[in-house]
């Protein structure tokens, strides 16, 4: 039972030691749209067809909501109607981005951009999913999530928009802040192999 408890000690060290050296928080502000409005965010407000996006209250939570029409909705370089927030990242920091989307009818589709890059493209989506993009690499203080959608027949709700850091890319210098903690983390598992060998040595005496 000792070994069992000792194990499950080392094991919570080592969890803690990763998200501290991550600091993983949500870099989005509003991204639950549990504010009831798009603050936070940003939305054109003459898109060329259909709606802008907008937030409602689907039952018990608020979610984006856009009904935009047709495929130049889509295009981001034009005047579609789009969704984005300028984040504050890290440059030469990785970041995963995780949302829940929802479209009904088609067609519907969704791009969503990081930066001026497209990472992902969804055609004719259909019930709720948890979407997931990873190690997408920030280039400056400040990068671009944007969402373009279209949805002819109905509406596609987005939610739950989340993104955080994960890890610095390969080649870069952790800060020194984040040394220090990675430093921490080690002392602290150390500290818990060392007090499992106590414990095991009392049992096995
Ligand atoms: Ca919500």
């Not at 969804?122 to 948890?130: E, I, K, Y």
């Not at 509406?155 to 870069?172: E, I, K, M, R």
Request: proline share 4%.
């Amino acid at each position: 039972m000792k070994r069992l408890l000792c194990a499950a000690v080392v094991a919570a060290s080592t969890i803690g030691f990763v998200s501290a050296a991550n600091a993983a928080t949500n870099i989005v502000v509003n991204g639950d749209f549990e504010t009831g409005n798009l603050s936070g965010w940003t939305v054109n407000a003459s898109p060329t067809g259909g709606y802008p996006w907008t937030v409602t209250d689907a039952s018990a939570t608020y979610t984006a909501e856009t009904g935009c029409v047709g495929s130049a909705c889509l295009n981001e370089s034009g005047n579609p109607a789009y969704l984005y927030q300028d984040l504050n990242t890290t440059a030469g920091t990785l970041y995963n981005l995780t949302f829940d989307f929802v479209a009904s009818g088609t067609p519907n589709a969704l791009k969503v951009l990081w930066g001026s890059d497209v990472v992902l493209d969804l055609t004719n989506v259909g019930s709720l999913l948890n979407y997931s993009v990873s190690n997408l690499l920030a280039t400056g203080g400040t990068t671009r999530l944007t969402f373009l959608g279209r949805n002819d027949p109905s509406y596609s709700h987005l939610d739950n928009v989340n993104v955080q850091a994960v890890a610095s890319a390969p080649g870069a210098v952790p800060e020194p802040a984040s040394w220090a903690m990675m430093i921490l983390g080690f002392l602290g598992v150390g500290a818990t192999v060392r007090s499992k060998r106590r414990a095991d040595a009392m049992v096995a005496a």
